[in-house]
Nanobody
């Protein structure tokens, strides 16, 4: 399984950015996907997740209403649309996948890094004032 995150960059506060995560080596449509981020000197934190099939999305409170996760199972790609970006959104963003197909969890469990088995290399997002 390989994940490739892209789309990061430098953006001004209040701006928007869309990250992509391409996946290979698995039946993409059958797997829970997630986004996490890690800022310098801080722990990795959950950003959001999307169920297999795309019917359900889950977000950290810090990004709810500003970020939107989607997936395109025809191209094996997950997206993170980020709007109203804040300086505190600056971090390396990682995509991740739960390798167990067709799993469902209680909503709080999607926030937990241990359910994700494979991780992308990360893409840097920097928000300036």
């Amino acid at each position: 399984v390989q994940l490739q995150a892209s789309g990061g960059g430098l953006v001004q506060s209040g701006g928007s950015l869309r990250l992509s995560c391409g996946a290979s080596g698995l039946t993409f449509s059958s797997h829970v996907m997630g986004w996490f981020r890690q800022a310098p000197g801080k722990e990795r934190e959950f950003v959001g997740a999307i169920s297999w099939g795309g019917g359900y999305t889950y977000y950290a409170d810090s990004v709810k209403g500003r970020f939107t996760i989607s997936r395109d199972d025809t191209t094996n790609t997950m997206y993170l649309q980020m709007s109203s970006l804040k300086i505190e959104d600056t971090a390396v963003y990682y995509c991740a996948v739960d390798n167990r197909p067709r799993r469902t969890y209680l909503s709080a469990h999607y926030h937990q890094a241990h359910i994700y088995d494979y991780w992308g290399q990360g893409t840097q997002v920097t928000v300036s004032s």
